[in-house]
């Protein structure tokens, strides 16, 4: 299984920025798909999930401001973040269950400025 994550990058408070996970080696539009990030300081958490019925649970934090989404047919999970503030800089990662264990994608940086 490979889980490639682009889409990073740096932008300013109040900016936008739209991350890409493509997907490889799974049956993808079988598995929940999410995304979580690693900000300075902090344990890796939970920032949105999409199920295999496409129904989706975000975290307070992110609520209103970001979106997840699939595309079964190029194996690729999206996740739009609009409205970003700094305290959003950080890693974020694409995940999978699959096969009993968890994988993770590389990581993409996420650098938002004041």
């Known amino acids: 299984v490979q889980l490639q994550a682009s889409g990073g990058g740096l932008v300013q408070a109040g900016g936008s920025l739209r991350l890409s996970c493509a997907a490889a080696g799974i049956n993808f539009r079988l598995y929940t798909m999410a995304w979580y990030r690693q900000v300075p300081g902090k344990q890796r958490e939970l920032v949105a999930s999409i199920d295999s019925e496409h129904s989706k649970t975000y975290q307070d934090f992110v609520k209103g401001r970001f979106t997840i989404s699939r595309d079964n047919v190029k194996r690729t999970v999206y996740l739009q973040m609009n409205s970003l503030e700094p305290e959003d800089t950080g890693v974020y990662f694409c995940?999978?269950?699959?096969?009993?264990?968890?994988?993770w994608g590389q990581g993409t940086q996420v650098t938002v400025s004041s």
């Open positions: 995940n999978t269950a699959a096969r009993g264990r968890d994988y």
